[in-house]
């Protein structure tokens, strides 16, 4: 019989009879998003966390991730930029190659970063075809609402999954900064209509980043396909972090709403310091680690 990992083998959740559950449920095969839109007719939360390589992806995926994605905050959390903006479709590309070639059952989503898909549908699957034809992503993911709904639906009709994002558009911080959207009346009936104008173009889940708690549940009730909250509380279908936030290897500054789950810097930090110090010290390598 095949080992599940730990996480999975402790999960309380089964599958019900109308498919498995995302997180905790059987099955080896990659989740779909057609698992994703049952899940939201069952009811049922998950989790959703950020990689940019193999090697981490693969240990969410064994912790039983469902959906990994491919974020462009790989830019500020990988490559060394200080925002997402200069990240280019050729990054996107191999990066989103590496995590699906480090994991076998978790769905991954591949970022279109700025300027992939700004000039119109054309573009958008242009760029969203290389994702999907180079690196394997099951879907993409886009920023905006109302004004990316015709990209959507060209991907959507072509065959290419789409998860929109709306609220906080990193993207755009050069115009909105890094600030709570959908305060306000006004600002937060322009977020239900993007919230309906990405699911009317297709897409089959949505990310709601840095909006308000309660509008954030709105939304969730009013729509169909499934919410993603980042700091937009616990009303969503489901949760998504940047995982170097998460596990603590950010340094400086984290979001309010990050909770971290582990102190990663520290942890790697001590133990380089012991391998320079054996070594400076000559207690690196030992009789073990040599060969004759
Ligand atoms: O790029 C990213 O990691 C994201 C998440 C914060 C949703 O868009």
């Known amino acids: 019989m095949t080992q599940l990992p730990a996480a999975q083998k402790q999960s309380p959740l089964k599958p019900s009879d109308s498919g498995r559950a995302l997180y905790g449920g059987k099955g080896t095969r990659r989740i779909t998003v057609r698992d994703i839109t049952a899940a939201k007719e069952r009811g049922e939360k998950w989790p959703m966390l950020t990689a940019y390589d193999a090697a981490t992806a693969s240990v969410f995926d064994e912790a039983g991730v469902p959906v990994l994605l491919v974020g462009d905050s790989a830019g500020n959390c990988h490559l060394g930029y200080d925002t997402t903006v200069p990240v280019t479709l050729d990054e996107m590309t191999m990066l989103s190659a590496a995590v699906v070639r480090g994991t076998s059952r978790a769905l991954i989503v591949g970022d279109l970063p700025f300027g992939s898909y700004q000039e119109g549908p054309v573009q958008a699957l242009r760029s969203a075809t290389r994702l999907v034809k180079e690196a394997g992503v099951g879907a993409v993911k886009l920023e905006g609402g109302e004004r990316s709904h015709r990209q959507i639906e060209l991907l959507v009709e072509s065959g290419i999954p789409v998860m929109a994002h709306i609220g906080l558009t990193p993207q755009s911080v050069n115009a909105m900064g890094y600030r709570v959207q959908g305060r306000g009346e006004e600002a937060a009936q322009q977020l239900l209509r993007d919230a309906k104008a990405v699911q009317d173009a297709g897409a089959f889940a949505v990310v709601l980043e840095l909006v308000p708690a309660e509008l954030a549940a709105e939304v969730t ?36 709403f990050v909770k971290r789950y582990a102190d990663l810097r520290t942890v790697m930090g001590d133990a380089v310091r012991a391998f320079a110090e054996d070594v400076v010290g000559g207690t690196f390598p030992q009789e073990e680690h040599s060969v004759h």
């Open 221 to 256: 009730r009013t729509l169909q396909i499934p919410t993603v909250g980042i700091g937009a509380g616990a009303g969503t279908d489901a949760q998504v972090l940047v995982w170097t936030d998460m596990l603590g290897l950010t340094s400086g500054r984290v979001p309010k």
